[in-house]
């Protein structure tokens, strides 16, 4: 059941540092902060590559490992939608992995482009939520989400719990390849084990995202812009706004606005902009300030520092935990969740069964 919650999403997101910290116990050793993986029929250290293909949110979990394998692991990485992936044809070593994301296991574009990949000699991984899938079934190794049944159509703690994974799997990846130095395993795996702690502080300030709702729920377009993995996170908060609250969204790069959608911005487009601390954090600051300067109203997801820094530029800010810049993808996903789901509540949706929409998409 729901238990207090008034939908089954506000559940399943509160439910986030609970199955966060499940999922990480069965990858990580905290007395020895190390990644340890189950047998995944393919040997890390001697894949020349790996092809990341899934749909929708799980696509937005494997764009956020496509950037983690390259700069933790130096391996090179694609993401792929499930749908294009074969029909583009693409060239794939024999012997490369090809990693398939999925809440359900079941969707149909994800399988067909699992079994295409197959034919293609590459090693077949999942990560997967569902137990006992038709992905499952036909991977040479499963890596399994523990995130528990998600009954809202939108997803939200098995996003999480994928990056949390994706995140031990490309540790893994960088140990076996030797790309990954003892010491930053333990720096990585120590900012993992926290993640569960901080997320827990988020979903103490719904009373913060709720009010942000209120200006959201008025417009009819929001932008949402990011830079490196927190983009991807500005491309999940907008896929959430628009299934569950039907407001047109856009995420977007930060540094790309200039080269376009800029021209949309006026007073009535709220821009949501996802700015955790880190190598990015500058740039993206620097986008705010473009966005300001053109009468835009900037929503800030930021740390306290980034906060107290452009908050004269923002109509609103969020002051997150700090964290280490590579989980921060996990924790920012959890106020663009709680932001779609306070704005789907004061317009007054269906918000665990979205117009046209399926949990578990098996037609193509
Ligand atoms: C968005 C959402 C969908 C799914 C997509 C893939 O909130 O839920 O975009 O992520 O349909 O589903 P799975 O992960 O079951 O393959």
């Known amino acids: 059941g729901k238990g207090n919650y ?6 399943e997101i509160h439910e986030q540092p609970a199955v966060i910290g499940d999922t990480l116990k069965s990858y990580i050793d905290p007395a020895t902060r190390t990644v340890t993986l189950p047998d995944l029929g393919v040997d890390l250290g001697r894949i020349p590559r790996v092809s990341i ?3 929708g949110t799980s696509l937005y979990a494997g764009q956020v490992a496509r950037d983690w394998f390259e700069q933790v692991a130096r391996l090179p990485a694609v993401a792929e939608i499930a749908s294009e992936f074969r029909y583009r044809e693409p060239v794939l070593d024999p012997g490369a992995m090809a990693l398939f994301i999925s809440q359900s296991g079941e969707t149909i574009d994800t399988l067909a482009a699992l079994r295409w990949a197959k034919t293609q000699n590459q090693r077949i991984v999942s990560v997967i939520n569902a137990r006992e899938s038709a992905m499952e079934r036909e991977s040479d190794g499963v890596l399994h989400t523990l995130a528990g049944p998600e009954i809202g159509v939108a997803s939200t703690k098995a996003f999480t719990t994928q990056l949390a994974v994706l995140a031990c799997l490309v540790i893994g990846t960088g140990r076996a390849r030797g790309t990954l130095s003892p010491a930053r395993e333990a720096e990585l795996t120590s900012a993992l084990i926290e993640v569960p702690a901080r997320a827990a502080e988020v979903l103490e300030m719904d009373a913060a995202l709720r009010a942000m709702a209120e200006e959201v729920a008025e417009a009819r377009d929001v932008l949402y812009l990011g830079r490196g993995t927190a983009w991807t996170i500005a491309m999940e908060g907008a896929l959430k706004l628009k299934e569950i609250s039907y407001i047109h969204a856009e995420g977007y790069p930060a540094g790309e606005m200039k080269h376009g959608p800029i021209a949309l911005i006026d007073e009535q487009v ?9 190598p990015l954090f500058e740039k993206t600051a620097s986008n705010v300030q473009e966005v300001h300067a053109r009468g835009g109203r900037v929503i800030l997801m930021s740390d306290k520092a980034g906060c107290e820094r452009l908050a004269p530029l923002c109509a609103h800010t969020l002051a997150l935990p700090s964290v280490h810049p590579f989980v921060a993808p996990i924790l920012y996903a959890i106020p663009a969740q709680l932001l779609a789901y306070h704005v789907a509540v004061l317009k007054g949706t269906d918000v665990d069964q979205p117009r046209n929409l399926a949990k578990s998409v098996t037609v193509e």
């Open 6 to 11: 008034r939908h089954f999403m506000e559940k």
């Open 53 to 55: 293909v899934a749909c």
């Open 270 to 278: 709220p821009v949501v902009v996802i700015a955790p601390a880190g």
